[in-house]
């Protein structure tokens, strides 16, 4: 009865949280490994505090899921810059700076899928 009793005074209403994502070296190593080819595109087309919260998220910092799609999407947009410069680059480097921009694109994927995955089992939803 006492059980039945305090269940009945539980507070069901919703709550406004802001949450905070922390990544171990582990889970952003592919992403890490790939923004090295590509740090010369990412100084082209990202903003100063879009590289920071980058540093920060790929150094193992606490960061919020809109910066995780802020880095998502300026990592994408380094990878098409790449592509529309090649005429910039020498013959022979075209197919490594192609190759490149292809391991950010499926490194950012793999990446935005797990975060995904793991945002989905961190925030309950009912």
């Known amino acids: 009865m006492l059980l039945l009793k305090l269940a009945m005074n539980v507070q069901t209403s919703p709550i406004d949280a802001t949450v905070f994502y922390k990544h171990s070296p582990e889970e952003v190593a592919t992403l890490n490994a790939a923004t090295i080819p590509m740090a010369e595109h990412i100084k082209a087309v990202a903003l100063s505090f879009e590289r920071s919260k980058t540093n920060a998220i790929l150094g193992g910092e606490y960061f919020r ?44 994927l793999a990446y935005w899928q797990e975060f995904k995955r793991l945002q989905n089992e961190a925030i309950p939803t009912h």
């Open 65 to 108: 899921a809109k910066d995780a799609a802020l880095m998502r999407v300026m990592l994408l947009r380094a990878a098409n810059h790449a592509r529309y410069h090649l005429d910039e680059f020498f013959p022979l480097m075209r197919k490594e700076v192609i190759s490149s921009a292809e391991a950010l694109e499926e490194a950012v």
